[in-house]
């Protein structure tokens, strides 16, 4: 049987940390709300005409040595972001150039901060099918960009960075299983609506979210979806040895946590030093605790996120 394998991971952060102290500077905020009300203490924020595809190729290159292979070993290229480079070409194509990958398919996936979950199962599904055999798989975020600072409510809570994977065809499991779910009805909760039509911008550029009522959707959502595909496989929380979560806040990750009856201790968290950086949040967190050792071969880890749309989901793999 067919199965995908995650065989290298790489993440990059950009230069500039901007602390909860350099917020105080900007807007009306303290270092103590912030991080009290969400875990996060700094962030990183790109550089002025860094774009997505920047950040994703320093990952994705340290993701390609990582798993030993050459870029041209690639032969599919799925790059989650909500900040695409360009309404088009794609991300996606923009990195496959700067990669140098002569042929592969590439494209972009839409589903905000659950994107690189989105990116992983059609990855996964593409392997299996038989479609592809080396996949790249790749959140990378500029949300700097699209972020009202100005907006206290908002501005304090986002970051920028990139993550990725090498998802590798195999004989053994390594991706167990992944639901996804999306209810469109409930978008306004967190939206940038603004588009580009006959050179103008319409509607709003910046991020608006409803804080609480995000809060609230999910806390519920996380712990059904990551139950979900536990059931799916008769699992259990217990069976779990690292929960790599969507890093937004701590308390929603804490009561994810509680809710599956896993200890804090076998949560990878970077949201302190990262904040939330939406798609590129998951990898970047595998990257860290892949490097430092934490995770092991024949471990299994739960991946769960939500984020716009609404959308949200969970993915199950063994190391
Ligand atoms: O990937 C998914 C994306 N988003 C999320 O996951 C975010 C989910 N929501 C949250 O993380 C939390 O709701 C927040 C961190 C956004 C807010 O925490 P909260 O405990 O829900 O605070 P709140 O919205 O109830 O605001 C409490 C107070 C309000 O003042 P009043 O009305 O009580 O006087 C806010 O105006 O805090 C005020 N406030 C701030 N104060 C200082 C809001 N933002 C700030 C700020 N600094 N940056």
């Not at 790109?46 to 595809?53: D, F, I, N, T």
Request: aromatic residues 6%; glycine residues 10%.
């Amino acid at each position: 049987m067919i199965h995908s394998k995650i065989i290298g991971t790489g993440s990059y952060l950009p230069a500039k940390v901007v602390t909860n102290y350099d917020l105080e500077k900007i807007v009306d905020t303290t270092h103590d709300w912030i991080f009290s009300r969400s875990g996060i203490s700094e962030r990183h924020v790109a550089a002025e005409g860094e774009m997505s595809s920047d950040l994703a190729f320093q990952a994705s290159s340290r993701a390609i040595e990582a798993a030993g292979l050459n870029a041209n070993d690639i032969d599919l290229i799925i790059v989650a972001t909500t900040t695409p480079d360009h309404i088009f070409p794609s991300t996606a194509c923009v990195l496959q150039d700067k990669l140098g990958i002569k042929s592969a398919i590439a494209f972009d996936i839409q589903a905000v901060c659950s994107g690189f979950i989105y990116a992983l199962n059609t990855a996964d599904l593409y392997i299996r099918g038989g479609q592809a055999r080396n996949v790249l798989v790749v959140g990378t975020e500029v949300l700097s960009r699209i972020l009202n600072w100005e907006d206290r409510t908002t501005c304090v809570l986002f970051g920028d960075g990139a993550g990725a994977v090498v998802l590798q065809r195999s004989d053994k499991p390594g991706i167990l299983g992944a639901k996804l779910h999306a209810d469109g009805s409930q978008r306004c909760m967190l939206s940038a609506t603004g588009q580009i039509s006959n050179g103008k911008i319409n509607g709003e550029p910046f991020i608006k979210m409803d804080g609480q009522g995000v809060f609230k959707f999910a806390v519920k959502s996380l712990s059904e979806v990551a139950e979900e595909v536990l059931a799916e496989n008769k699992m259990q929380g217990a069976d779990i040895d690292w929960m790599i979560p969507h890093q937004a806040n701590i308390r929603i990750i804490e009561a994810t946590a509680k809710k599956l009856g896993l200890g804090m201790d076998k949560v990878v968290l970077t949201v302190a030093t990262h904040g939330n950086t939406s798609a590129a949040s998951i990898p970047l967190a595998l990257d860290t605790a892949v490097r430092d050792g934490r995770i092991k071969p024949g471990q299994h880890l739960l991946m769960e996120a939500v984020g716009g749309g609404f959308t949200w989901g969970a993915a199950l793999i063994r190391w």
